[in-house]
């Protein structure tokens, strides 16, 4: 069936770069929205 849920983990992310994400999901999905809504009215 469906994959009700899925989670990242980054923490090899943070190991092999050494860079962590400072916006949750939630933020990050709300700020694209914003930036394509922007982007494509032009």
């Known amino acids: ?3 009700q849920d899925t989670f990242a983990d980054v923490e ?7 860079y962590r994400p400072t916006i ?3 933020e ?3 700020r694209f929205v914003d930036w394509y809504k922007s982007y494509y009215r032009q």
């Open 1 to 3: 069936g469906d994959v």
């Open 12 to 18: 090899s992310l943070v190991k092999d770069v050494g």
């Open 24 to 26: 949750d999901v939630a």
């Open 28 to 30: 990050g999905v709300r």
